[in-house]
């Protein structure tokens, strides 16, 4: 007795020509999100571009703060002896005035 090979044929369904361009816009979509609001996405960007400039301004603010004090200092030094900033000095150290002069605090 000889068998006979049979063959079925499916008609390809709808749904199955969907299934790559649904997963391939998924993907896509993941990856758009992450490009735009992820740990190293557009947003986080201008969040450190930001904190960056912010750091600049504190870093100038302080590099001005330290040149002063540099001037006050070299003003103390050994043969440049400023005796206003000598009498500054003892008068901050002492705590001490004469009633005709102006205090003023900082």
């Known amino acids: 007795m000889a068998r006979s090979i049979l063959t079925k ?52 603010k302080l590099r001005d703060q330290r040149e002063r004090l540099e001037k006050r200092v070299e003003l103390l030094h050994d043969g440049t002896l400023d005796r206003d900033m000598i009498d500054e000095r003892a008068r901050q150290a002492l705590n001490y005035s004469t009633p005709d002069e102006v205090m003023i605090m900082r």
């Open 9 to 60: 044929q499916y008609r390809k369904s709808k749904l199955a020509r969907l299934i790559v361009p649904v997963v391939s816009c998924s993907f896509l979509a993941y990856f758009a999100f992450h490009a735009q609001s992820g740990h190293y996405g557009l947003e986080s960007k201008r969040e450190l571009m930001q904190s960056l400039a912010a750091a600049a301004e504190r870093y100038d």
